[in-house]
């Protein structure tokens, strides 16, 4: 995707685009009324399917890009085909059965049925399995990385996983790193992309994991909820600033 792109929304969607219907339609209306035109990245834990599904339950825009499974797949619009370059760096070092093995032994996991390739994720009930699993990870040298998120939420990627990294090759591979973004989430498998040194936005309906994270400077930490925190944000970081008169998203 070669186009050029000179602001940018990088969004999850559960809790921050989505959970407030009127808000989401009033970001919607803000952006189709601003000269230029802002491109879309959406975020989400969610597998492929699912997220087209929300996607089209909730009438949302077409993302220019989706990214899916906590930063483990990117696919590229309007056909959304599959990123192969950051399909091979989630197989370099990723072993989920040595994982799963691993996450046997630990009583209080309970695995959950996603249909993910580069993704292994667990419920839980209480931090002590998290802790078990993190050590005896280590303690055999499986490369991984583990995310929580809403306190009971456990996901485990490859090492180079996660929606910071994967937003930072989107980013690079595109070209965009020089255009006018802003990340929007609302929990802990946010917590990469939202400190990545972008503005970010904290919606006020985040979870504790978010809202306990210290003050910083390219942080903005909404009053509203989901989308109206996101245009809020925006107002913040960018209004007023206009460099050229692309069409805008499509609120349909």
């Known amino acids: ?3 050029s ?5 990088a969004t999850d969607l559960d809790g921050t685009l989505v959970g ?24 989400t834990g969610r597998h492929k399917e699912s997220a087209m599904e929300l996607i089209q339950q909730e009438q949302l825009p077409l993302p220019d890009i989706l990214i899916t499974d906590v930063g483990t797949e990117v696919y590229s619009g309007p056909d959304f085909v599959r990123d192969e370059g950051w399909k091979q760096r ?7 059965e040595r994982i799963a093995e691993v996450a046997a032994c630990c ?3 309970v695995p959950q049925n996603v249909p993910a390739a580069h993704r292994l994720s667990y419920t839980v009930w209480n931090e002590h399995p998290i802790y078990e699993l993190e050590e005896r990870l280590q303690s055999v040298g499986i490369p991984h ?11 485990i ?8 990294e994967v937003l930072r090759y989107v980013l690079a591979s595109r070209g965009w790193e020089r255009a006018r973004i802003l990340v929007a989430g609302d929990s802990g498998n946010d917590h990469e ?29 909404a009053k509203h909820a989901c989308a109206g925190g996101i245009r809020e944000a925006w107002k913040y970081f960018y209004d007023g600033i206009i460099t050229d008169k692309r069409t805008n998203i499509s609120t349909r």
């Open 1 to 3: 995707m070669a186009q």
């Open 5 to 9: 792109v000179t602001h940018l929304l």
């Open 20 to 43: 407030d219907e009127k808000a989401l339609r009033e970001l919607l209306m803000y952006y189709s009324e601003l000269p230029y035109r802002v491109a879309l990245i959406y975020i």
């Open 90 to 96: 989630m197989e370099a070092s990723w072993e989920p």
């Open 107 to 109: 009583a209080g996991l």
């Open 145 to 155: 990385k583990l995310i929580v998120s809403s306190g009971r939420d456990v996901d």
């Open 157 to 164: 990627l490859p090492p180079n996983g996660g929606k910071g």
């Open 193 to 221: 992309m939202i400190m990545l040194g972008y503005p970010a936005v904290i919606v006020s309906n985040a979870q504790p994991e978010l809202l306990q994270l210290p003050a910083h400077p390219s942080v903005f930490r």
